[in-house]
């Protein structure tokens, strides 16, 4: 069962692809649901609030802050790009949102980090949050800025932060990497409640997968938080490796735990 943690939850990004995901079941988690997006997305149900705002726009931002009591960050741009929108959406809106969350002394955040934080680490490879960064572009340093600032605002001001370093969040896997790096839509409500629930939760990078036999991500070091996903990318294996071709060991997209985004240039194509 989901525990009801808080009074008012602020969702960010929740026109995209994991807000909608997330509008129903983090509900529970609350009395009152407040969806953030820069473009419009309908009406507001029962229990939900709807405040459009750009990140970018401080004041916006300090709007939709006020009177909540956590917020799950979603928000931004979610591939890799040219750097002015990334700097705008994830470096502005990040400082922008934890700002806000200072004046209006919110203490929780879910921070959606990215896997491509540590893209540049090879797929032999097993890392922990205790490795240091290499991302493997402009949006995977956007997420690390997003990452250190949490801990920055962690350090001087207490507000705690979960910064999920989510792998592949999609209905299913959708290709051979995927199978390592899948988190499904139940799992990740499953994190963001542990990291909503977890009585202390400090400043804690946590990798966001689900139980999939293959993995890369070693979450020793956030115990803590309570995380056991309970779904797999295994039941989508046979299905994946009948429909692709075996991989070429030399292509740095099959040796990097980044995938393509190891070699996508800023205007989101291959250098
Ligand atoms: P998405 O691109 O579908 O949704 C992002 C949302 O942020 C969009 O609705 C967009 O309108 C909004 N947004 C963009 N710029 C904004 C701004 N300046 N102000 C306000 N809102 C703005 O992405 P998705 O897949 O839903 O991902 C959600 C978050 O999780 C993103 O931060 C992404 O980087 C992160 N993430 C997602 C992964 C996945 O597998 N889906 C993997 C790793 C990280
Ligand atoms: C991400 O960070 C992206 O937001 C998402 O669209 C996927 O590409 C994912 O990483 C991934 O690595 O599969």
Redesign the pocket.
């Known amino acids: 069962m989901t525990p009801k943690t808080h009074n008012k939850i602020l969702l960010?990004?929740?026109?995209?692809?994991?807000?909608?995901a997330l509008r129903e079941p983090l509900k529970l988690n609350c009395n009152t649901l407040r969806l953030?997006?820069?473009?419009s997305?309908g009406e507001a149900g029962k229990n939900e609030e709807i405040i459009l705002?750009?990140?970018?726009n401080s004041q916006q931002v300090h709007t939709i802050l006020e009177g909540v009591d956590a917020v799950v960050?979603?928000?931004?741009?979610?591939?890799e790009g040219p750097f002015g929108?990334i700097l705008?959406?994830?470096i502005l809106?990040a400082y922008n949102l934890y700002e806000a969350a200072r004046m209006h002394g919110v203490k929780r955040i879910v921070f959606?980090?990215?896997?491509?934080v540590t893209g540049f680490y090879s797929q032999g490879q097993t890392i922990t949050a205790d490795d240091p960064p290499r991302p493997d572009g402009l949006?995977g340093l956007s997420?690390a800025f997003g990452e250190d600032l949490s801990r920055f605002y962690f350090d001087r001001y207490g507000i705690e932060t979960a910064c999920i370093?989510?792998?592949?969040?999609?209905p299913e896997p959708k290709d051979r990497r995927m199978l390592a790096t899948w988190?499904s839509y139940d799992d990740l409500h499953r994190l963001i409640t542990a990291c909503l629930a977890t009585p202390v939760l400090g400043h804690s990078i946590i990798f966001?997968a689900s139980n999939n036999s293959v993995s890369w991500w070693d979450n020793s070091r956030a115990k803590h938080i309570g995380f056991h996903p309970q779904d797999t990318s295994d039941i989508f294996k046979d299905g994946i490796y009948s429909n692709s071709k075996a991989p070429d060991l030399t292509d740095p997209v099959v040796q990097f735990q980044g995938g393509g985004f190891v070699v996508m240039g800023p205007h989101g194509f291959v250098d």
């Open positions: 960010t990004g929740a026109a995209g692809g994991l807000g909608k953030s997006d820069i473009s997305f705002a750009d990140l970018a960050h979603m928000g931004g741009i979610s591939v929108p705008q959406a994830n809106g959606a980090s990215s896997n491509h949006y997420k370093r989510i792998g592949s969040s999609f988190l966001g």
